[in-house]
């Protein structure tokens, strides 16, 4: 059964910090790997999309890898400003769904970014 | 491109009534995911459409049903409402490449 694990749960930095988010999964056999960005009571906002060939994205100020084979992603958030501040969800597409889009999440990183 | 939209955004229903959720995907996404979220659980998927068929389904009781139009717009539906199913409603549309894009949910309360 594939489980998503996020950590830290919770996170606070002053502004300009360069921070690092990590995601492990249990089960390798994924097609991809997806990190969101959640602000209090709304939807999910896509931030990156890795699939399982590749290595790393980057779009501005973030920049995912992805390590198949030893179940983790990390998300690098560069000169960390106010508006940062939400919750970052990893997502993954596993195999056994049949390639089919149902994703299993982590329960979340809430991100604060003080001035 | 317009995004993925979801009515009604906030809902209030008493145990045992029913209730119908919409969702319009991102237009050509033929793919539609519904998740629930709340706060114990997190994010759990409820099931998928696609071509008006139901392809994928989570763990969830059978008071939980859904369907798929021939324009992708999708309804799910929760019957005989308990507590438990207050949450946010989550709808998602996917691209060909599989990227997941989510609207800005329903708030179900059920009191």
């Known amino acids: 059964k594939q489980e998503v694990t996020q950590i830290p749960a919770a996170l606070s930095v002053p502004e300009g910090e360069n921070l690092v988010l990590n995601c492990s999964f249990t089960?390798?056999?994924?097609?991809?790997l997806q990190w969101f960005r959640q602000d209090p009571g709304k939807g999910l906002t896509s931030l990156l999309l890795i699939q399982s060939s590749q290595r790393e994205q980057t779009s501005g100020r973030l920049n995912a890898s992805l390590d198949k084979s030893s179940g983790r992603s990390t998300l690098y958030i560069a000169a960390s400003q106010p508006g940062d501040s939400a919750t970052y969800l990893c997502?993954?597409?596993?195999?056994?769904?049949?390639?089919?889009?149902?994703?299993?999440f982590g329960a979340g990183t809430r991100l604060a970014v003080h001035p | 491109k317009a995004g993925v939209t979801q009515t009604p955004r906030y809902l209030i229903k008493t145990r045992g009534q029913q209730v119908t959720l919409s969702c319009s995907p991102i237009?050509?996404?033929?793919?539609v995911s519904w998740y629930q979220q709340t706060p114990g659980q997190g994010l759990q998927f409820l099931f998928e459409?696609?071509?008006?068929?139901?392809?994928n389904k989570g763990n969830f009781p059978g008071r939980f049903s859904g369907r798929q139009f021939s324009n992708s717009r999708s309804e799910m539906n929760v019957s005989t409402l308990e507590l438990g199913d207050s949450a946010l409603y989550l709808c998602a549309s996917s691209s060909q490449t599989n990227e997941q894009y989510f609207g800005p949910g329903t708030r179900l309360t059920v009191t």
């Open positions: 997502a993954v597409r596993p195999m056994f769904s049949g390639g089919y889009n149902k994703l299993i």
């Open positions: 459409y696609f071509s008006e068929t139901q392809r």
């Open positions: 089960d390798s056999a994924i097609y991809n």
């Open positions: 237009s050509g996404h033929r793919s």
